[in-house]
Nanobody, 121 residues
Framework: VQLQASGGGLVQTGESLRLSCAVS????????MGWFRQAPGKEREFVAA???????YYADSMKGRFTISRDNAKNTVYLQMNGLKPEDTGVYYC????????????????WGKGTQVTVSS
């Protein structure tokens, strides 16, 4: 499975971005997909996960501002980020796993290379 994240950029506080994670090599249907982020000098942080049934789970600090979704036909997962804050700055990664616990604790077998999100104040 190969994952390619895109859509990052430089935005101002309060603006929005939509990240995409294109999956190739396997069909998306069987995997739980997740987004993580890593700020400079900090550990990788769980953002959100989505199951093949479209059920979702978010880190508490992301609820209400971020929305994860998936298009199985396009083998793509999205992360809509609204109301961005400077503390949202970091490299955003997508991951795939068949086991939620492995995904949730960043032990996934499959990772994309990440896309930089920078939010200026």
């Amino acid at each position: 499975v190969q994952l390619q994240a895109s859509g990052g950029g430089l935005v101002q506080t309060g603006e929005s971005l939509r990240l995409s994670c294109a999956v190739s090599g396997r069909t998306l249907n069987r995997y739980i997909m997740g987004w993580f982020r890593q700020a400079p000098g900090k550990e990788r942080e769980f953002v959100a996960a989505i199951w093949w049934t479209a059920g979702t789970y978010y880190a508490d600090s992301m609820k209400g501002r971020f929305t994860i979704s998936r298009d199985n036909a396009k083998n793509t997962v999205y992360l809509q980020m609204n109301g961005l804050k400077p503390e949202d700055t970091g490299v955003y990664y997508c991951a795939a796993d068949m086991d939620y616990n492995d995904l949730r604790w960043a032990r996934s077998d499959y990772w994309g290379k990440g896309t930089q999100v920078t939010v200026s104040s």
